[in-house]
């Protein structure tokens, strides 16, 4: 369901829609978000919102306590056998765009060179937002096209960080951010010359292997 927008996000959302809008039918549907107003130690990120039928251009939601869709892995992550992080655990994905087709959103959009302004931007606002509001001591990235976002793949920068590898969960890389990276191409390194995630653990996982995925025990755990 809809909820109160926080003034933060919605401002940014309603910003880049307004100046977008116009660029692609996909950037015309409008934003979607999951609301994300406190810290938590928590954070799942995801890639992008699939539902494109709301009539609201701006809209913000809660994590669905749906068992069923792509929800379900997102709720065995964060509850289940006994243990429940909900009060700890936040979700974003990478950008706010609605499409169900996710190669289509990015051939479309972040892979379009005439979008490059509307796909900077709203990188430096989600960054914004895991920085300054949920500043996570573990992440978990459940989708591999978020990876090269938060510096993964040495051939993209984006966000920036530079980590540290420290084992792996379940097949899953686990690295540990120890600051950012010198590249020259980092979005917001005019105004974000430190991190708040140092120390911060981050999974690299996938949409494939399911099964995989740690309980919410073993995500405690690592806290």
Known sequence: DDIALPSVQVQQMTELYEKYKDSSL??????SF????????ILIVGYNPQETSKKSKIYSYNIPKSRYG???????????????????TA???????????QEK???????????????????????SVIEDVIRPKLIFIKNQAA??????????????????????????EMCEIIGFTNAKDRVAQDFRATTNLIGTKVIFANEIDLNKYPTPQELSELL
């Open 147 to 172: 990876w090269a976002f938060f510096g993964k793949l040495k051939e993209f920068t984006w966000m920036g960080y530079n980590l540290s590898p420290i084992g792996n969960i379940n097949g899953f």
């Open 70 to 88: 792509y929800w379900s892995s997102v709720n065995r992550l964060i509850s289940g056998m006994g243990k429940d992080n909900s009060e700890i």
């Open 26 to 31: 996909i950037l015309r549907r409008g934003f």
């Open 91 to 101: 979700y974003i994905d990478l950008f706010s765009y609605r499409e169900i087709d």
């Open 34 to 41: 999951c609301t994300n107003d406190k810290q938590k130690d």
């Open 105 to 127: 959103g990015i051939k479309e959009i972040v892979a379009n060179p005439q979008l490059i302004g509307y796909v900077v931007e709203q990188i430096i606002a989600t960054q």
